[in-house]
């Protein structure tokens, strides 16, 4: 397949495995960002073809997992009301909340839909008046253009049965939480490839020369990936911290200026609470003022719906990279991609679902599952 | 600081839609619900058809017989519909089973208001795919239920077909040493239903592979007797198909991944789609496991069939990991390919 086949050739994957080995004289720790990198690394065995000086740790860029639990109670209230249409990525079906998940609310006769756009969600409330139609617009900043979008098509032409529940967050004050926070062992960054293609690179400047960490912006294909891991252990050995950008060919430094406009016209930059890890400052969106009537957490009055995470659950430390998929005792046991107990083991971009999916939960020695 | 997830552990007390995903829900459905209540000796091996004596059958012939459910949306799609797919399903069961397919029953349940020029197309379809397959259905019902209560039509079916004496084709019988042959390109049914579902719209329009395998078997059970195992990886897709047959052989099985067929749209639409083509839907593919020495011989009567001209040596069943199948990756890594967990696509057969 064009433009992707050249990105999985075995040749020149072997022979940057050979140049990172090369280039290694010590041990290093890197933290992927993004949830899809976590899953192609895993999915490629990319980890495998390193040397054992090289540490990869997965990153908080999944957004299923990091939206917080009480959200998805909200969302879970909103769904179960017999006047609402609930439409999410399919991603977020299986997050379990408190009670639920979204999969069993259909089941007891919830109109819970998969749309692969949100524009998708405002044509259905366009089609079906007489229902309200809400949109559960997640993600990074990756997702907020196009949910900006539908929010910015809604308003426009006037249909009032659309709304959205908004949990939408930012990358760069998360690498600074997990950069400020005192067990923090990242000392390069494998930087989130498709959400510098929206916002641009100048963000993370700041971010690179303060903490003196280098951050490559990477892709998500194998050989981006150990293109990025290569550039990043090369900053680390010169003592350089440079932001570098591996994903050159999708991502530029000025980002999309289209995409930001429209981001910035219909959100403002908010705190926001991460699932496993706390409020963090000034790290997500929500929507503008003269938006608001498209609000569903304020139109359905479930801003009041409150929970704790129980405090002993990892996946807090698996997203900031403290701690793997498999130090946990429930990981492929008790908790599956079937029956998660976790928000890192539903979504396929978490890093608890990934070593599962590609069996690192298997003893590989006999025994089997 | 304690290391366990604390979360609340439920169990599912209604059905959900991963049930029907040929996956782990599906598995436990037979598991928990289906097994305890009604398994027998037969029951209990999980094949795709279950084959037997019966008093007065004359000459050491074993029957076959299997039952299977059509519920595909939409009912029409590019290269066939829920007629031809019922046909074909029933057939290639019995088929990748080791029997001469026979005799096919079918139950419709048609919801109120569905045109009748729709069904007629459906039945006329269904008589071209067992006239080609050499089947003849010779019994069949039809309910009628309120608007609503059925998406158009659904079809039950039963099969029937006869294994010749001396013929033993088992999931069981997987040997460390086998080599893992598939018939053809993964995944082109599944991705052709998605493609035409509301909201997808590719440029290419992907058809369908459903067909019935009987030709294509008996060519190759002729050509290689030998043939320790066969199945026709439908719902849950090859890797499903490849993990029922390592758990019930007591095997490991290694693939090569570069060596997969695939069609160059399905790889594309899975990769916009994040779907893995091992777990997408085939409805007229098998895989079968083979004696090294005589898989080449085999792969050669494949490639001369019309429906095996893109048959491929996928990998090899191995003593390590017993239960366990595992890909070495295009660069050169390795995973392991496990069960589908939940479901990836609703409603594809």
């Not at chain 2, 059958?57 to 519920?71: E, M």
């Not at chain 2, 011989?297 to 040596?313: I, K, S, V």
Request: glycine share 10%; net charge negative.
């Amino acid at each position: 397949m064009k433009y992707v086949d050249e990105y999985r050739d075995p040749r020149k994957a072997r022979l940057l495995s050979v140049a990172i080995r090369k280039a290694v004289t010590r041990p290093w720790t890197i933290m992927e960002v993004c949830g899809g990198q976590t899953h192609s690394i895993v999915k490629y065995g990319i980890d495998g073809l390193l040397p054992s000086e090289l540490e990869l740790v997965h990153g908080p860029g999944c957004p299923v997992c990091v939206t917080p639990l009480e959200l998805i109670d909200r969302a879970h209230a909103i769904a179960a009301r017999p006047d609402v249409v609930f439409c999410s990525f399919g991603d977020m079906l299986r997050v379990p909340g408190s009670h639920s998940d979204l999969f069993q609310l259909k089941s007891r006769g919830a109109d819970v839909r998969v749309v692969y756009s949100p524009l998708d969600a405002v044509k259905l409330a366009e089609a079906e008046p007489a229902k309200k139609v809400v949109f559960f617009a997640i993600g990074f900043e990756t997702t907020a253009p196009p949910n900006a979008m539908a929010v910015w098509l809604a308003r426009q032409k006037g249909v009032t049965n659309f709304s959205v529940l908004v949990s939408q967050v930012l990358v760069p004050p998360a690498l600074t939480a997990i950069l400020e926070s005192p067990d923090n062992r990242v000392q390069a960054f494998l930087g989130p490839g498709h959400v510098c293609t929206v916002m641009g690179s100048a963000d993370y400047e700041p971010i690179a020369r303060r903490y003196r960490v280098p951050i490559v912006i990477a892709g998500f294909e194998p050989l981006d990936l150990l293109e990025g891991i290569l550039l990043a252990v090369r900053q680390l050995e010169a003592g350089e911290a440079r932001v570098e950008n591996q994903y050159s060919r999708v991502a530029r430094s000025e980002g999309n200026p289209q995409s930001q406009n429209l981001m910035a016209e219909v959100f403002e930059v908010c705190d926001r609470k991460w699932r496993g890890v706390g409020v963090i400052p000034r790290s997500g969106l929500r929507l503008r003022a003269e938006y608001q009537q498209l609000d569903a957490e304020r139109l359905f009055e479930v801003g009041g719906i409150e929970a704790n995470e129980p405090p002993e659950c990892i996946s807090g430390q698996v997203l900031r990279g403290i701690r793997k998929p498999h130090d946990c005792p429930a990981f492929g046991s008790q908790c599956t991609p079937s029956s998660p107990l976790g928000a890192t083991m539903v979504s396929s971009e978490g890093a608890c679902a990934a070593y599962y999916l590609y069996g690192r939960h298997v003893n590989r020695e006999g025994a089997g599952r | 600081m304690k290391l366990a997830c604390p979360a609340p552990l439920w169990r599912h007390d209604r059905v959900v839609l991963g049930h029907g995903s040929g996956g782990k829900l599906s598995a436990e459905l037979l598991r928990d619900v289906f097994l305890p209540a009604l398994g027998n000796e037969i029951l209990d091996r999980m094949e795709d058809q279950a084959t037997c004596t019966l008093q007065g059958l004359g000459g050491g012939a074993r029957i076959a017989l299997t039952t299977d459910a059509f519920v595909v949306r939409p009912l029409f799609f590019p290269g066939g519909d829920i007629g031809k797919l019922a046909i074909h399903g029933t057939v290639n069961d019995l088929a990748v089973g080791g029997a001469e397919p026979k005799l096919i029953t079918a139950a419709f349940i048609l919801e109120e208001g569905l045109a009748l020029a729709d069904l007629e197309r459906i039945a006329r379809s269904m008589r071209v795919a067992c006239d080609e397959a050499g089947v003849q259905l010779v019994a069949g019902d039809t309910k009628v239920v309120d608007r609503g209560k059925a998406d158009g039509v659904f079809i039950t079916t039963a099969g029937v077909g006869l294994v010749p004496a001396g013929r033993s084709l088992s999931i069981s019988a997987a040997r460390p040493g086998d080599r893992v042959l598939v018939s053809g390109t993964l995944g082109d049914h599944g991705i052709a239903i998605m493609s035409v579902r509301e909201g997808l719209e590719f440029e290419t329009v992907l058809q369908s592979d459903t067909a019935s395998l009987a030709g294509l078997t008996r060519v190759m059970l002729s050509a290689c007797p030998s043939i320790r195992c066969m199945r026709d990886p439908t719902r849950g897709g090859l890797a499903s198909a490849l993990n029922e047959m390592a758990t019930a052989s007591g095997v490991g099985i290694e693939l090569r991944e570069a060596d997969i067929p695939l069609e160059a749209a399905v790889k594309s639409a899975c990769e916009l789609l994040g779907l893995d083509p091992l777990y997408v839907a085939c409805e007229g593919r098998l895989v079968c496991a083979v004696p090294a020495r005589d898989s080449e011989r085999c792969l050669a009567a494949m490639r001369e069939h019309p429906l095996g001209r893109r048959a491929a040596d996928i990998g090899a069943v191995c003593e390590e990991h017993p239960g366990v199948v595992t890909a070495k990756t295009v660069v050169g890594g390795e995973r392991v390919v496990s069960m589908l967990a939940g479901e990836q696509l609703p409603r594809i057969c």
